[in-house]
T-cell receptor, first 116, second 113 residues
Framework: AQTVTQSQPEMSVQEAETVTLSCTYDTSENNYYLFWYKQPPSRQMILVIRQEAYKQQNATENRFSVNFQKAAKSFSLKISDSQLGDTAMYFCAFMKLPNTGNQFYFGTGTSLTVIP | DAGVTQSPTHLIKTRGQQVTLRCSPKSGHDTVSWYQQALGQGPQFIFQYYEEEERQRGNFPDRFSGHQFPNYSSELNVNALLLGDSALYLC????????????FGPGTRLTVT
């Protein structure tokens, strides 16, 4: 079974500063994807960034980047130059490969507040 | 291009009743997955539909059932509602069952009293 743990229920950051959200996971699989999703108050889950486990290079999407440590089973999200629109719940998620049913395993989320 | 849509937005039901939630996938998507998100928790996978059949199921009782129509839209049915079924129910669609790229709808907030 796969488990995803987010140990920071709530975090806050000043606008324009940098914040890092933590995620650890447990799996016996060797091939998988990891994701960070954002869920704003509108409730619609939006994909922020994706990391393939076979890739050593950390994924980057504009102001969002990850620190993927496969051996440590750690997958943190760094948000640079935080903006008010980044205020949301952030969920870390795991999907094993090959995937015959795109079953995602989600963490419990981190509520991020960007302070003006 | 419409994304994933869900109806209704909110719903209040009484214990023991039955409820049906609806989802229309993103245009071009033929696979629909359903998730339950309890308050303060991450989404939990209920099941996935592809080619009008349930392809995979999470750890949910038989009270939770679904259906997929020829136009790829889907319904989630919950019978004999319990207070613990109160949650946000999310629908996600993808191009195929194995795709990592899922698009989520805004969800249906179900409250059981």
């Amino acid at each position: 079974a796969q488990t995803v743990t987010q140990s920071q229920p709530e975090m806050s950051v000043q606008e324009a500063e940098t914040v890092t959200l933590s995620c650890t996971y447990d799996t016996s699989e060797n091939n998988y994807y990891l994701f960070w999703y954002k869920q704003p108050p509108s409730r619609q889950m939006i994909l922020v960034i994706r990391q393939e486990a076979y890739k050593q290079q950390n994924a980057t999407e504009n102001r969002f980047s990850v620190n993927f440590q496969k051996a440590a089973k750690s997958f943190s999200l760094k948000i640079s130059d935080s903006q008010l629109g980044d205020t949301a719940m952030y969920f870390c998620a795991f999907m094993k490969l090959p995937n015959t049913g795109n079953q995602f395993y989600f963490g419990t989320g981190t509520s991020l507040t960007v302070i003006p | 291009d419409a994304g994933v849509t869900q109806s209704p937005t909110h719903l209040i039901k009484t214990r023991g009743q039955q409820v049906t939630l609806r989802c229309s996938p993103k245009s071009g998507h033929d696979t629909v997955s359903w998730y339950q998100q309890a308050l303060g928790q991450g989404p939990q996978f209920i099941f996935q539909y592809y080619e009008e059949e349930e392809r995979q199921r999470g750890n949910f009782p038989d009270r939770f059932s679904g259906h997929q129509f020829p136009n790829y839209s889907s319904e989630l049915n919950v019978n004999a509602l319990l207070l613990g079924d109160s949650a946000l129910y999310l629908c996600a669609s993808s191009l195929d069952p194995g795709s990592y790229e899922q698009y989520f709808g805004p969800g249906t907030r179900l409250t059981v009293t």
